[in-house]
């Protein structure tokens, strides 16, 4: 008899996105002819750049050749975009990172779903909340933690609130974690940690054995130079950080794919007798069985991004995702709403008027002004009351969904 994994029945609903996707679908068979502008999923709308979309072109015209033709790649990335990678990300402010330590990869939510694989079933996990929903899911689904509770925190994780009056940051936990997830620039708060926060979690980890699953994503976003952009900017943070960037949200790669986890050489676990292990081996060992490597043409469009031409126009894109967070902030405030995010990040995190639930402003805003985002609440029970929009807009829709919002 086949039986399941037990653990995905904890799980309390569906993925958030698929459920704000299944309403507006309902909204939208319901009423044909309806503009919906849609700002709630995270997902681009500018198009690759030229210089990327010519590298693409020349990857696919290589792949039809004999001479040039690529079979399986290195399941890890090929050489050349580790190598830009490593230079231009890292080298490039300071940060040692050598190419050998970064794993090319498809997504980043892959990355950080599945980066508990290679840790042992019994470790604690701290998340923030609210958080992006895959680290408590993937959490859930491992089998580290017990049912959900009546507050809407699952048992066994440790959960680390992010509120207006700790500027979302969380405090240091005061039970150990193993694993501590942090998420800056934040999705979705779109609050950014700065060096002594970043130092002091650093600090953290080393005093408690703990690793740091930190996630960039949003990393090209930042405008304050103050700001770290890795935590690998921080002394000691190779011994206990792996980091997860993408080129989703930079680069407009959400339908082309391609993301990169970082894991240092010096990270070190331990196995039941308390002898050290190295972290990124076991990540190459999953990596090597369960993956077979990004497509070359697609490689080869991402490495276009780190030449002159390339940084330059997706500069322009990140600048335009930029100018639309400055126009909502601008226009929500003035509108009567409590803003936070979108200085360093591209995603606006509004208080709810009156009081309102989070998913009872959603509908509101489906049904009478037709503009969707995302409910806090479904990012954690600390984000019940507050409500995501996504600047990854076209600049008109952007303008004409703050029009409609000031009209409700």
């Given at each position: 008899?086949?039986?399941?994994?037990?653990?995905y029945m904890k799980l309390a609903a569906g993925y958030l996105f698929p459920e704000i996707g299944r309403r507006v679908?309902?909204?939208?068979?319901?009423?044909?002819?309806?503009?919906?502008?849609?700002?709630?999923?995270?997902?681009?709308?500018?198009?690759?750049?030229?210089?990327?979309?010519?590298?693409?072109?020349?990857?696919?015209?290589?792949?039809?050749?004999?001479?040039?033709?690529?079979?399986?790649?290195?399941?890890?990335?090929?050489?050349?975009?580790?190598?830009?990678?490593?230079?231009?990300?890292?080298?490039?402010?300071?940060?040692?990172?050598?190419?050998?330590?970064?794993?090319?990869?498809?997504?980043?939510?892959?990355?950080?779903?599945?980066?508990?694989?290679?840790?042992?079933?019994?470790?604690?996990?701290?998340?923030?909340?609210?958080?992006?929903?895959?680290?408590?899911?993937?959490?859930?689904?491992?089998?580290?933690?017990?049912?959900?509770?009546?507050?809407?925190?699952?048992?066994?994780?440790?959960?680390?609130?992010?509120?207006?009056?700790?500027?979302?940051?969380?405090?240091?936990?005061?039970?150990?974690?193993?694993?501590?997830?942090?998420?800056?620039?934040?999705?979705?708060?779109?609050?950014?940690?700065?060096?002594?926060?970043?130092?002091?979690?650093?600090?953290?980890?080393?005093?408690?054995?703990?690793?740091?699953?930190?996630?960039?994503?949003?990393?090209?976003?930042?405008?304050?130079?103050?700001?770290?952009?890795?935590?690998?900017?921080?002394?000691?943070?190779?011994?206990?950080?792996?980091?997860?960037?993408?080129?989703?949200?930079?680069?407009?790669?959400?339908?082309?794919?391609?993301?990169?986890?970082?894991?240092?050489?010096?990270?070190?676990?331990?196995?039941?007798?308390?002898?050290?292990?190295?972290?990124?081996?076991?990540?190459?060992?999953?990596?090597?069985?369960?993956?077979?490597?990004?497509?070359?043409?697609?490689?080869?469009?991402?490495?276009?991004?780190?030449?002159?031409?390339?940084?330059?126009?997706?500069?322009?894109?990140?600048?335009?995702?930029?100018?639309?967070?400055?126009?909502?902030?601008?226009?929500?405030?003035?509108?009567?709403?409590?803003?936070?995010?979108?200085?360093?990040?591209?995603?606006?995190?509004?208080?709810?008027?009156?009081?309102?639930?989070?998913?009872?402003?959603?509908?509101?805003?489906?049904?009478?002004?037709?503009?969707?985002g995302t409910p806090g609440s479904g990012f954690g029970p600390s984000g019940e009351g507050y409500f995501r929009f996504?600047?990854?807009?076209?600049?008109?829709?952007?303008?004409?969904?703050?029009?409609?919002?000031?009209?409700?």
């Open positions: 008899m086949a039986t399941i994994n037990e653990h679908n309902e909204f939208v068979k319901a009423n044909p002819g309806i503009k919906v502008i849609r700002m709630g999923i995270g997902d681009v709308t500018q198009p690759l750049t030229p210089t990327v979309v010519k590298a693409f072109h020349e990857g696919v015209d290589e792949m039809s050749k004999a001479d040039t033709f690529k079979g399986y790649g290195p399941e890890q990335g090929y050489d050349f975009l580790r190598e830009a990678i490593a230079e231009h990300a890292y080298r490039s402010r300071g940060v040692d990172i050598p190419a050998d330590d970064i794993f090319i990869s498809d997504g980043s939510k892959c990355d950080t779903g599945n980066i508990q694989e290679i840790f042992g079933s019994d470790n604690k996990i701290a998340i923030c909340d609210p958080v992006y929903p895959v680290y408590a899911d993937t959490t859930v689904m491992s089998g580290k933690t017990g049912k959900i509770q009546a507050n809407g925190y699952y048992e066994g994780i440790i959960y680390m609130p992010c509120t207006a009056e700790n500027h979302f940051i969380p405090a240091l936990p005061a039970e150990s974690p193993d694993l501590i997830f942090l998420c800056y620039p934040n999705n979705p708060t779109g609050a950014v940690a700065t060096r002594e926060e970043l130092k002091k979690w650093v600090e953290y980890a080393r005093e408690n054995r703990s690793i740091i699953l930190f996630d960039a994503a949003y990393e090209a976003f930042i405008r304050d130079e103050s700001i770290p952009r890795s935590i690998y900017e921080i002394d000691g943070a190779k011994e206990v950080a792996i980091e997860f960037r993408s080129l989703s949200k930079t680069a407009g790669f959400t339908g082309t794919r391609l993301a990169y986890t970082v894991i240092p050489a010096e990270l070190m676990a331990f196995d039941a007798e308390d002898n050290p292990v190295q972290v990124k081996k076991l990540w190459n060992r999953r990596h090597t069985t369960k993956f077979n490597g990004v497509s070359y043409p697609v490689q080869k469009a991402a490495a276009a991004i780190f030449t002159p031409e390339g940084k330059k126009e997706v500069q322009q894109i990140i600048d335009y995702y930029m100018e639309n967070a400055s126009i909502m902030k601008k226009s929500l405030s003035e509108t009567g709403f409590t803003v936070y995010g979108g200085e360093n990040a591209p995603y606006i995190w509004v208080k709810t008027p009156n009081g309102m639930k989070s998913w009872e402003f959603f509908d509101k805003l489906l049904n009478e002004a037709n503009v969707v996504s600047a990854f807009a076209n600049r008109e829709n952007v303008i004409e969904a703050m029009e409609r919002i000031r009209n409700l």
